[in-house]
């Protein structure tokens, strides 16, 4: 059903809502997540582009919701409910006819000025490409790092341990790393300082328990602080592991994060400033 995505807007709205009226993206698709029982499968399948095929429909959701009025488009990497958007609850119905309104409103902008052969689109909801919020690039960015050959993402790894404070980082090689990647410095203050070791997997899918505990065995007695780094995402149960009392502490950088570290610090991407057209202004000169 080309309409698919819409069923998560009154979700979107009651999720912002429920965490304060404004939340990282993160936060909107665990509440949603777990709010419909979405299981661990479904949370994480992928559409046969690459990007995950929950947030991506969550992202398109949005996008309609802030043509409505209802969610400030103006902040990137932050969700936030109008006023307007703070008191109106949505049904399936409602949602399906919002659909039908924007995508009448474009299909009239289209039509009003030529249209390019490299332009064409096919008739699925993802024919919205050129009004995508850019949330979808993260996901284009994740593609990218993890194209990456495994040495490759062990040294842009390095690199942005690098760039977020850590000394002497090093990638210790394939043959002789035991378990682990990568090993550096954190300085906490001028007297104390951390050696930590990382891990990097270039999964699309689940990293469970089992790995994360492997790692904890191979840094056992080399440093007081792990990172487990993958392009992937972390089970319940890995998170677990990672947390468990009594034994090293493990850090756990799924892709999202991943995605997050390298936009705040600017590695493999440059800052644009984009532009929405306002259609309801328009609307008074028609």
Not at 2 to 12: G, Q, R
Not at 50 to 69: C, I, K, M, S, T
Not at 247 to 274: A, C, M, N, W, Y
């Amino acid at each position: 059903m080309a309409n698919e995505f819409i069923k998560w807007a009154p979700l979107l709205l009651d999720a912002l809502r429920a965490l304060g009226g404004s939340a990282e993206p993160r936060e909107t698709y665990d509440w949603i997540a777990e709010k419909v029982n979405l299981s661990p499968e479904e949370r994480w399948k992928l559409n046969p582009a690459g990007p995950v095929r929950f947030q991506n429909q969550v992202q398109f959701a949005r996008q309609y919701l802030v043509w409505e009025g209802l969610i400030d488009g103006s902040r990137h990497g932050i969700w936030t409910l109008t006023p307007e958007g703070a008191k109106t609850r949505l049904t399936e119905e409602q949602s399906q006819q919002l659909v039908r309104k924007w995508s009448k409103i474009h299909a009239q902008n289209r039509r009003q000025k030529p249209v390019k052969p490299a332009e064409n689109r096919t008739g699925s909801q993802e024919s919205e490409n050129s009004e995508l919020p850019e949330e979808v690039e993260e996901q284009n960015l994740l593609m990218v790092i993890h194209s990456l050959p495994p040495d490759g993402f062990e040294r842009l790894c390095k690199r942005l341990l690098h760039e977020c404070g850590f000394e002497r980082v090093e990638v210790l090689g394939r043959s002789h790393d035991g378990g682990i990647d990568g090993q550096g410095i954190l300085r906490l203050n001028p007297f104390v300082k951390l050696k930590v070791v990382f891990q990097c997997k270039r999964y699309k899918e689940a990293v469970g328990r089992a790995p994360v505990g492997e790692f904890r065995n191979a840094m056992l007695g080399r440093a007081e602080k792990g990172i487990f780094i993958t392009t992937g995402y972390f089970t319940s149960e890995a998170e677990k592991e990672a947390n468990r009392e009594g034994v090293p502490p493990i850090e756990l950088v799924d892709g999202e994060r991943l995605v997050e570290l390298f936009q705040s610090k600017q590695i493999g991407v440059h800052r644009r400033e984009t532009f929405e057209v306002d259609h309801t202004f328009f609307d008074q000169f028609r």
